[in-house]
C-alpha cells in the first residue's frame, strides 16, 4: 500500500531556518491531508490539515501547501526549532462513501533540527 | 487537554495467548479507531467504529481481531489468540465526528505489545 509516500527518510536542518517536508500521494480520492509528529515511544500528535479546496494552511510557524494536480503536499517548519526533532508523518483521507476517517499514513520523515 | 488514554503501555504475551488493549477516548468523542505500527514500518489502519458497530475495518482486522465498547468510556481491542506478526505498537484514537474534512483524529500514546 503506497498511496501516500513520503521519500525522505530523513532531513537535517539548521535551527532558525526552513524546514520542508515533502509528501506525495496517488489516490485522487484523497481530499483531505493531515500532518502529525511523533515522539518515540508516543503516539502521532495532530499539526495542521489541510483540506482539497484549498491550497494553503497557515498556523503559526507550520504551513501546510496543497498541489492537487501534482498530487504533493509540503510541510513548512519556520524558523525550526530543536524542539521539532521529530518524525513527521504525512496522512490522507477520503471523505467519501463508507471510508469514514480511515487515514492513510506515509513512512514519516525524522526531522533533526541542530542548534 | 483531554487526551486519549491507553492500558497497558507495554505487554509481552506468548504466542498462542489472548491479548485485550484497553482505550479510553476523549470523553465528548464519537468515533473511535485502532491502528498499528510494526517496527520500521507505517502507521497502518485495522478499525474504525461508531454508534456501537464497526463502521470500517482493514484487511489485517481478520477473525482474531475484535472491538468493543463495553461501557461509555472504555474501548478494547482484543486479540484472540496473538501471532508472531501481531507484534507491534497498537494506537487508539477518537475524532469528535468522522474524521473526515474538517476534522481531526486524535491518537493515545500506544500500547507496545510483543509476541514471543
Known amino acids: 500500500d503506497q498511496q501516500v509516500k513520503q521519500n525522505s527518510p530523513s532531513l537535517s536542518v539548521q535551527e532558525g531556518r526552513i524546514s520542508i517536508l515533502n509528501c506525495d500521494y496517488t489516490n485522487s480520492m484523497f481530499d483531505y491531508f493531515l500532518w502529525y509528529k511523533k515522539y518515540p515511544a508516543e503516539g502521532p500528535t495532530f499539526l495542521i490539515s489541510?483540506?482539497?479546496?484549498?491550497d494553503k494552511n497557515e498556523d503559526g510557524r507550520f504551513t501546510v501547501f496543497l498541489n492537487k494536480s501534482a498530487k504533493h503536499l509540503s510541510l513548512h517548519i519556520v524558523p525550526s526549532q530543536p524542539g521539532d526533532s521529530a518524525v513527521y508523518f504525512c496522512a490522507a483521507s477520503a471523505d467519501r462513501g463508507s471510508t469514514l476517517g480511515r487515514l492513510y499514513f506515509g513512512r514519516g520523515t525524522q526531522l533533526t533540527v541542530w542548534p | 487537554e483531554p487526551e486519549v488514554t491507553q492500558t497497558p503501555s507495554h505487554q509481552v504475551t506468548q504466542m498462542g495467548q489472548e491479548v485485550i488493549l484497553r482505550c479510553v477516548p476523549i470523553?465528548?468523542?464519537?468515533?473511535f479507531y485502532w491502528y498499528r505500527q510494526i517496527l520500521g514500518q507505517k502507521v497502518e489502519f485495522l478499525v474504525s467504529f461508531y454508534n456501537n458497530e464497526i463502521s470500517e475495518k482493514s484487511e489485517i482486522f481478520d477473525d482474531q481481531f475484535s472491538v468493543e465498547r463495553p461501557d461509555g468510556s472504555n474501548f478494547t481491542l482484543k486479540i484472540r489468540s496473538t501471532k508472531l506478526e501481531d507484534s507491534a505498537m497498537y494506537f487508539c484514537?477518537?475524532?469528535?465526528?468522522?474524521?473526515?474534512?474538517?476534522?481531526?483524529?486524535?491518537f493515545g500514546e500506544g500500547s507496545w505489545l510483543t509476541v514471543v
Open positions: 489541510i483540506s482539497s479546496i484549498k
Open positions: 484514537a477518537s475524532s469528535p465526528n468522522h474524521g473526515g474534512m474538517g476534522n481531526t483524529i486524535y
Open positions: 470523553s465528548n468523542h464519537l468515533y
